[in-house]
């Protein structure tokens, strides 16, 4: 089956310090492999995609994320927090061709000063 | 600009009452979904369209009713059947091999 587990809930981390934000997944084909993050009431930003190529990838407002076949995951990183940072980011799977997209259920994150 | 527009942002229901959620979009995209959302459950797929006049059940499409006449259109009906429809609803849209974009949103409150 089709997956996608953030393993923390949630995190907090203060402001400056490096962030990383797990993801792992379970998919049977090649996985296209999406961040997005998410602020209070409003609705779903992409960060940054793997589709194919170098497996670190460049997203925006600084993070990046590193695909790991042999460990099936794809986790966020982020070098130096900011406060502007907090919300909630979410880690989602979807097929090359097809039209689903499997999301996780989320990690918020706290920035503490 | 380009985007997705979802209205409105905040929508009450009484019982018994159906009610049509809006979403549209200008990006030309061929597929469109609905998502619910609630608090510690990440997204769960109501319904989606790849092409007009066609739609697909997602997950949990009991109570809900979706149509798409128009590319541009995909609005969402949540019937009385939903006991439980308080929650977060999110339409996106894609092109073909590209990820979704998302609208901002409409929060669903029982009277």
């Known amino acids: 089956a089709q997956s996608v587990t953030q393993p923390d809930i949630h995190i907090t981390v203060s402001e400056g310090a490096s962030l990383e934000l797990r993801c792992n997944y379970s998919?049977?084909?090649?996985?296209?492999l999406f961040w997005y993050v998410q602020s209070p009431g409003q609705g779903l930003q992409l960060l940054l995609k793997?589709?194919?190529?170098?497996?670190l990838v460049q997203g925006i407002k600084g993070f990046e994320a590193e695909f790991k076949r042999s460990q099936s995951s794809f986790n966020l990183r982020k070098p130096s927090v900011h406060w502007s940072d907090a919300a909630e980011y979410f880690c989602?799977?979807?097929?090359?061709?097809?039209?689903?997209?499997?999301f996780g259920a989320g990690t918020r994150l706290f920035v503490k000063a | 600009d380009g985007g997705i527009t979802q209205s409105p942002k905040y929508l009450f229901r009484k019982e018994g009452q159906n009610v049509t959620l809006s979403c549209e979009q200008n990006?030309?995209?061929?597929?469109m979904y609905w998502y619910r959302q609630d608090p510690g459950q990440g997204l769960r797929l109501i319904y989606y369209?790849?092409?007009?006049?066609?739609?697909q059940k997602g997950d949990i499409a009991e109570g809900y009713s979706v149509s798409r006449e128009k590319k541009e259109s995909f609005p969402l009906t949540v019937t009385s059947a939903q006991k439980n429809p308080t929650a977060f609803y999110l339409c996106?849209?894609?092109?073909?091999?590209?990820?979704?974009?998302f609208g901002d949103g409409t929060r669903l409150s029982i009277l």
């Open positions: 996106a849209s894609r092109s073909p091999g590209q990820p979704q974009h």
């Open positions: 998919y049977g084909a090649t996985p296209y």
């Open positions: 793997y589709f194919s190529g170098d497996t």
């Open positions: 989602a799977v979807g097929a090359t061709g097809g039209f689903k997209t499997i």
């Open positions: 990006l030309n995209h061929d597929a």
């Open positions: 369209s790849q092409i007009v006049n066609d739609f």
